[in-house]
Nanobody, 123 residues
Framework: QVQLVESGGGLVQAGGSLRLSCAASGRTISSYPMGWFRQTPGKEREFVAAISASGVRTYYANSGKGRFTISRDNAKNTLYLQMSSLKPEDTAVYYC????????????????WGQGTQVTVSS
């Protein structure tokens, strides 16, 4: 099956930017709708953004709308999340995920997960 590995997280000041990557191996992700989720301690994992298999359609949670951009490069088997104008409330572990068919807007639709990458935004 497919393995997913996130990278690009780190510590940034409010207003800064980060670009997260999710590298897939084992299987091609070209047929998978994919998404990004985030989670803080004691909180339920929440949806951030999703993208269709072709990359044509995208969907964003209100929390990141206008600040985050999801994209993919199927030739490189990689998913990306560009984050700008970061806020302290964006602090979380960010996970990439792959779905069987539909755009993954809840954790229930996700069949494969990465290990997560920590994003910390200081005020």
């Amino acid at each position: 099956q497919v393995q997913l590995v996130e990278s690009g997280g780190g510590l940034v000041q409010a207003g800064g930017s980060l670009r997260l990557s999710c590298a897939a191996s084992g299987r091609t992700i070209s047929s998978y709708p994919m998404g990004w989720f985030r989670q803080t301690p004691g909180k339920e994992r929440e949806f951030v953004a999703a993208i269709s298999a072709s990359g044509v359609r995208t969907y964003y949670a209100n929390s990141g709308k206008g600040r985050f951009t999801i994209s993919r490069d199927n030739a490189k088997n990689t998913l990306y999340l560009q984050m700008s104008s970061l806020k302290p409330e964006d602090t979380a572990v960010y996970y990439c995920a792959a779905s069987r068919n539909l755009l993954p807007t809840t954790s229930r639709e996700c069949d494969h997960w990465g290990q997560g990458t920590q994003v910390t935004v200081s005020s």
